[in-house]
């Protein structure tokens, strides 16, 4: 008897705020075992709101982390790298240029997702790492340029939702450089709460669900911070349990800083520290909206999903 050598396989994410990495190597089916894994903030969306066009400065970042990321896989062995790019692309009038910049400086193809698409890869991503859950589960990711809602059942997808609602334009539109000014913290969660309502397609706005999921990295922060993590550690970040008066403390907490403070706390990355709380807003009015207490943390999400797909992919005829 002998074992076959592990398919070593790579996802990059390429979002609207962060670039993130996974190389896993597929041991039996669906199960993998991480051999590197990262992420940095690059921040491409910003300003794309104002222009509708991706800015220089956001472009070179991002191009750098990515190369980047394409050559780590290929150092540490990866037979596949699987780029995947979300709505600062998908949206800006030169995100598919951008895209082409890209594939020219890598070699390898850039997959601009659909809102849909992105949507789906999530729940794959997160489904995977959380196990079966029973009954309805609305999975959402609050990301740089939009947030995407997923409500399913086992396997089958009831409805689905992509916003162009990101902690990106809604923190440049919506600064706290200091300490956050209640007033001005209620005009945000009025704005992102109305959206909610009049956006949410009525099978999921009106949705009675046995969990609600939330991945990307409001959530993720949020979770290592009620943990008390001086790093972070996916491990314990993953199916940990938020509820409303956990998440308030929190966000009073965060808001009693200035961003620079908020900055320096552990587990909250600086690029993080001026969007976490239109990220909270995020968080809160989806509460509401759906009329539950408690959220589970996901720290699997599009990247495992892409993962997922890519070795269906291998191993289809």
Do not use: K
């Amino acid at each position: 008897m002998f074992s076959l050598p592990a398919m070593r396989l790579s996802t990059i994410d390429v979002g609207s705020n962060t670039v993130r990495l996974l190389v896993a190597d597929v041991l039996d089916g669906a199960t993998w075992r991480v051999v590197d894994q990262d992420q940095t903030i690059t921040r491409l969306g910003e300003g794309l709101a104002r222009s509708g066009a991706l800015g220089e400065a956001p472009m070179a970042r991002t191009l750098a982390v990515v190369r980047g990321y394409v050559e780590r896989g290929v150092w540490r062995g990866a037979r596949d790298i699987r780029i995947v790019a979300t709505s600062a692309v998908r949206e800006a009038s030169n995100g598919r240029a951008f895209a082409a910049a890209v594939e020219q400086a890598t070699g390898r193809r850039v997959d601009v997702v659909s809102g849909e698409a992105e949507a789906r890869l999530t729940l794959r991503g997160v489904r995977h790492g959380l196990g079966a859950l029973a009954g309805p589960v609305l999975v959402f990711d609050i990301g740089g340029g939009s947030t995407e809602y997923v409500l399913a059942e086992d396997d089958v997808i009831r409805s689905m939702a992509s916003l162009r609602l990101g902690v990106v334009p809604l923190a440049e539109r919506f600064p706290f450089p200091g300490p956050v000014a209640e007033p001005r913290y209620r005009e945000l969660y009025d704005e992102v709460r109305a959206r909610l309502e009049h956006e949410l397609p009525e099978p999921i706005r009106t949705a009675r669900v046995a969990h609600l999921v939330g991945t990307a990295g409001t959530v993720t922060t949020l979770a290592a911070l009620d943990l008390g993590l001086h790093r972070y550690d996916p491990e314990r970040v993953q199916g940990h349990r938020l509820d409303r008066p956990i998440i308030a403390r929190l966000a009073a907490r965060l808001g009693a800083h200035t961003v620079a403070e908020r900055a320096a706390l552990p587990c909250l990355e600086p690029g993080r520290a001026d969007l976490i709380i239109p990220g909270i807003a995020i968080v809160m009015a989806t509460l509401d909206q759906i009329g539950v207490e408690t959220l589970r943390v996901s720290e699997f999400g599009l990247r495992e999903g892409v993962l997922m797909d890519a070795i269906e992919g291998r191993r289809a005829p």
